[in-house]
């Protein structure tokens, strides 16, 4: 199994902290910017006609969270492809869905986009049976813990699905969960104050054999202009 994990291209929330350094103003489960929407345009238009430096295809599953950003993503890299994008709940972003108290400061989970939203604006995303019109999230915000687990899990899972043959899967996630995920990788020996970064629409490729697991390159982005990065 090839497995691909994608960081989502620029969201609002992105762009506030890269302008102000702060979160305050951020909104729970923000849209794409301008710049956003330009980096998936590139990055679809890489991956629609791109055939890997290792020799390989492309995708034969895609895969996204459930936060806009990422369906955004996932459904421009779609279209190129001419793959479905199939809903991953457990891939979103640590904490989830929340935003702060005006008063208190205190962190407070939010219910997510339901099953009417994303018929609407995203129908050709496959759907969980799960997803109701109460939203996909809908509990307290998640603890470092919960996230490091979830990151365990999503592996096993992966290898569940696919670890035994030749598919190329295609991730579309977030910065905090892709460093979870390398994390529990590589076992999080000696990673103290250590972050692995990903650029928005970033791209890293990992080769997962019967006998050992290869990070074959981490957080590629050749598909954007200079002044598309962020």
């Known amino acids: 199994m090839t497995l691909y994990l994608i960081r989502h291209a620029q969201s609002a929330n992105n762009e506030l902290y890269e302008r102000t ?47 806009v950003r990422a369906v955004a993503t996932a459904t421009a890299v779609s279209r190129s492809c001419g793959l479905p994008v199939v809903a991953w709940p457990e891939v979103h972003e640590q904490m989830g869905i ?6 208190s400061g205190e962190l407070i989970g939010r219910p997510g986009k339901s099953r009417s939203y994303f ?29 490091k687990q979830r990151a365990r899990e999503f592996l096993a899972e992966l290898r569940r699905r696919h670890g035994t043959g ?27 104050g250590l972050w692995f970064t990903m650029h928005n629409t970033g791209i890293t490729r990992i080769d997962f054999h019967p006998t050992h697991t290869s990070v074959v390159y981490h957080n590629r982005i050749e598909h954007l202009p200079p002044d598309l990065v962020s």
């Open 21 to 67: 350094g702060a979160s305050i103003g951020r909104v729970e489960d923000p849209e794409l910017t301008t710049l956003g929407t330009q980096q998936a345009r590139f990055l679809s238009d890489y991956l629609g006609g791109h055939s890997d430096a290792g020799g390989q295809n492309r995708f034969t599953h895609l895969y996204s969270s459930l936060m």
């Open 98 to 103: 929340f935003l702060a108290d005006e008063q």
């Open 119 to 147: 018929q609407e604006h995203y129908p050709d995303l496959q759907l969980p049976d799960s997803l109701n019109e109460h939203g996909w999230w809908n509990r307290p915000v998640e603890t470092a813990a919960q996230w």
């Open 166 to 192: 030749d598919d190329r899967v295609a991730v579309v996630t977030h910065g905090g969960f892709y460093h979870e995920v390398i994390l529990a990788l590589t076992g999080g020996a000696g990673t103290d």
